[in-house]
């Protein structure tokens, strides 16, 4: 090869090197940007649409790997998309959350009146000489336990709202949904229509 090739492909490499050097700070930056977004954003999507977290980690984990690679053309280009997907990430995890709410509000509205309306009746059946036609007493002891276990897991689910645990709260919550349609099945006492 000529001196003179040699010459230009030692310049072009200087010009690469060069134009690569000038994208390294700006790659920098905006993966640096795009952590700390993702920082902010994680905790409350962990909590509510975690399924999709990991489409962000792989999303800033490739970027960090053309970085890495010294391919910072390709980690800017992949870092300036990141803020969008953290910002639509923390909004599905706010919509989420206040989807929940709104499912606990109704469910705490309801469910302690049920509760309530239900232990009013076991008491009054408890001092009454003959259970209801329909109703044995294994079936009463059935609701007396029945009565206990929604107790029990409506004071978990709102120890675990108190908690910030929205999610665990509705399931608990739920859980003692189902358990009173049930018991009030076997009362003969109206479902209302909250439940339903």
Known sequence: MSKRWMALIALVAVVLAGACASQKAPAEAALKVADDAFAAAKPEAAKFVPDQVKGVEDAIAAAKD????????????????????????????????????????????????????????????????????????????????????????????????????????????TAVKAKAVEVLGTLKMPVPAGLQ
């Open 66 to 173: 053309s970085f890495a690679k010294g391919d910072y053309q390709a980690a800017l280009t992949a870092a300036t998309a990141l803020p969008a997907k953290i910002s639509d990430l923390a909004k599905a995890a706010a919509d989420k959350k206040a989807e929940l709410m709104k499912s606990w509000e109704g469910l705490s509205a309801g469910l302690p009146a049920v509760v309530t309306a239900i232990q009013s009746r076991v008491d009054i059946l408890s001092k009454a000489k003959k259970l209801p036609a329909g109703m044995d007493k294994a079936a009463f002891e059935g609701v007396k336990t029945g009565l206990d276990s929604m107790k029990q897991d409506w004071s978990a689910a709102t120890t675990a709202f108190g908690a910030g645990n929205v999610t665990d709260a509705i399931a608990k919550a």
